[in-house]
């Protein structure tokens, strides 16, 4: 039986893949999920998570929050059943490179503030952001685009042309 939730966190539950089980329940009702403070390093290629089956289709979740998860890189769809995510939040995470799969047609918020990782050999030089990602107007709803400690070796105009 399908429960009614608008929100639900579960941060601080070392957990270390998505719950997709127990966000089937609740994926039709779903608005705000906060999955902060987990372990998540590779989002959407750890066990049962792969790709597009980590979160299952939730067509009214608007709200995002993966915090503080350690997530040091993003597979491609892994955000791609969720269709009217709106609000994407991915501070304190030490990822490196902006992730195709963070092209979401209809997100108006992206907040990424990266997190220095002390772990032995994933410490990048720079953050990897790359050239023409708004050029195809996928992104064009995105209004709010926080980038914080990301460390640009080189920012130009042609970033952002789109």
């Known amino acids: 039986q399908d429960l009614n ?3 639900l966190g579960f941060g601080k539950n070392s957990l270390v893949t998505v719950p997709m089980k127990t966000l089937y329940y609740v994926r039709k009702s779903l608005r ?11 989002m959407g290629s ?5 790709a597009n089956s980590t979160f299952p289709v939730m067509p009214h979740l ?12 993003i597979e491609l769809h892994t955000f791609a ?7 994407l939040s ?19 918020a992206l907040h990424l503030y990266v997190e220095d990782d002390d772990e032995e050999g994933y410490r990048q030089s720079f953050f990897n952001f790359p050239a023409g990602l708004f050029e ?22 042609y970033h952002f042309k789109g």
């Open 32 to 42: 705000r999920l906060n999955l902060s403070h987990n372990y998540f390093n590779e």
């Open 5 to 7: 939730f608008a929100s």
């Open 62 to 73: 608007e709200e995002l929050i993966l915090d503080h998860c350690d997530i040091r890189s």
């Open 136 to 157: 195809d107007l996928s992104m064009e709803k995105l209004r709010i685009l926080e980038l914080h400690n990301v460390h640009f070796g080189d920012l130009s105009d």
């Open 46 to 50: 750890t066990g049962a998570n792969q």
């Open 90 to 108: 991915l501070k304190s995470n030490p990822i490196y490179t902006f992730s195709p799969a963070l092209i979401l047609p209809n997100l108006e």
């Open 81 to 87: 059943n969720l269709p009217n995510l709106k609000l």
